[in-house]
């Protein structure tokens, strides 16, 4: 599919507004054979092959399109030869994070996404960018939330000298890195450790939390709920799910994709 147009950037000092869209109720389990998602990159898109990978597997998604800000992401190179629609919207001649945001909605919105998924994507979203998907878009962090918010996670981890690290899966909210977290994965941090042998060893996880959650959503088992609280099969998520055997995932157990 070539790219969607899209309003050309608004003059300098205007701000092209986003409407509110409201958050659809989850589906019941077995109600659709799959979730329509567009996916948001910026770079090498490993998260989002493990959810190519995952979707090749009976996850019950449809990726739409992989939308990439950045025009020699190498993601966009993982969507193509999945067949996937691959589009560029770059940022730089855009008068404003507003302008842009409010473009991006539009290409974004053109597929008709259930979700959007953040995978990479090297943006800090407008308020308005991230009510209008309120309860539909997901974004994975390296490290436990809420520590290390933002940059550098795994440099200011071992600075710190803790002993664990990890990844977390979210709901995005306005402010960065601050959605209710759904589930995490724990990674050791052992001696002689850097900051890039850490990091691939958080992202082994990343790998398949990401796929987990994404699954719980695309099957009705999770969503938002008015209070900003993440709900799992009906129990409201007081602290975020910690993986391990009482919270185990497919592509760490075997098992088959499925609801």
Do not use: K
């Not at 898109?45 to 990439?68: E, K, T, W, Y």
């Not at 945001?101 to 290409?107: K, R, S, T, V």
């Not at 440099?155 to 909210?173: P, Q």
């Not at 996880?205 to 969503?223: D, K, N, S, T």
């Amino acid at each position: 599919m070539g790219v969607v147009p899209v309003r050309p950037p608004a003059s300098p000092g205007t701000s092209p507004s986003l409407g509110v869209v409201p958050v659809r109720p989850p589906a019941s389990p077995g109600t659709s054979p799959s979730l329509g998602v567009v996916v948001l990159v910026s770079g090498g898109g490993s998260n989002l092959q493990a959810l190519i990978d995952a979707q090749d597997g009976g996850l019950p998604i449809a990726i739409r399109a992989v939308v990439s800000n950045e025009p020699d992401a190498y993601a966009l190179e993982r969507a193509r030869a999945a067949g996937i629609p691959a589009e560029v919207l770059g940022h730089r001649r855009f008068p404003s994070r507003e302008a842009y945001d409010a473009a991006l909605a539009e290409l974004i919105d053109a597929f008709d996404p259930g979700l959007v998924v953040l995978a990479g994507f090297m943006r800090i979203l407008t308020p308005g960018f991230a009510a209008h998907y309120r309860g539909r878009m997901l974004n994975i962090h390296p490290s436990l939330l809420p520590r290390h918010r933002g940059l550098h996670t795994h440099r200011r981890a071992l600075e710190a000298g803790e002993r664990v690290h990890g990844a977390s899966v979210h709901f995005v909210t306005p402010e960065l890195d601050s959605g209710p977290v759904i589930l995490q994965a724990e990674v050791p941090i052992v001696l002689g450790d850097t900051p890039e042998v850490l990091a691939a060893r958080v992202l082994e996880w990343e790998h398949i939390i990401y796929p987990c959650v994404v699954g719980w959503f695309a099957a009705g088992r999770l969503h938002l709920d008015d209070a900003d609280r993440p709900v799992l099969d009906g129990r409201v998520l007081g602290r975020p799910l910690l993986l391990g055997p009482e919270t185990p995932c497919p592509g760490r157990s075997g098992q088959a994709w499925s609801g």
